[in-house]
């Protein structure tokens, strides 16, 4: 019994082995991969292949569009104290609803590009993005603050479709150069998202 038994035992450790060797080596490939897939940011590795790499024009476009959003958040959250209009605050809302993950997600991707995060602090200085297309520039910001009730309503919508457009006009130029698939796609859908709220806002604002 015990001659017959031997070889099973045998067999079973090397199996074991076997096994012990495929798992440690499998993990060495994940962390091989690593840097490859860095630039998922959100996104997991297995998705890596099918998302592509990223370009300079999508770490200019989230290194931008932070900023932009930013300046959109801090306008938006204005609206729950000096708003009058019911339809203004909604809107304001689904502003920050819908800008305040994206600024999360395009953070993620410049951190795992290893590409610097535009400061999310409040009270950004509003002069270093004056060059970007629909920014506000302080003197706005200031008077916006300062407003409220029909007044407020009217800059803020004025202000907002401004900054949509400059937002739009950002993230065509990343559909149309960008290379990394999740940034397109954002850009793709703040092109909708805000196309459509502008149109919102003129109607607002008896334009439309």
Not at 65 to 94: N, T, Y
């Amino acid at each position: 019994m015990r001659s017959s038994r031997t070889p099973l035992i045998r067999r079973t450790a090397l199996t074991v082995t076997a096994v012990t060797a495929a798992v440690t080596l499998a993990a060495c490939g994940n962390d091989d991969g690593g840097s490859s897939s860095g630039h998922e940011g959100h996104g997991s590795s297995a998705s890596a292949s099918s998302t592509g790499d990223h370009n300079k024009q999508d770490v200019s476009f989230a290194q931008g569009m932070i900023p932009h959003h930013q300046q959109a958040l801090e306008m938006a959250e204005l609206a729950a104290g000096r708003a009058k209009s019911a339809q203004v605050k909604d809107l304001a809302a689904r502003i920050e609803k819908a800008q305040d993950p994206e600024i999360r997600t395009m953070s993620g991707w410049l951190k795992a590009w290893g590409e610097d995060v535009p400061s999310a602090m409040p009270g950004m200085d509003h002069s270093a993005g004056s060059g970007m297309t629909g920014m506000m520039d302080a003197k706005d910001m200031t008077a916006l603050a300062k407003a409220s009730g029909t007044d407020f309503d009217t800059m803020f919508l004025t202000m907002m479709i401004e900054h949509h457009k400059g937002a739009v006009e950002m993230a065509e130029s990343e559909k149309s150069k960008g290379s990394y698939d999740p940034a397109t796609t954002l850009a793709d859908g703040i092109v909708t998202t805000q196309t459509a709220e502008i149109k919102e806002m003129n109607q607002l604002l008896g334009k439309g």
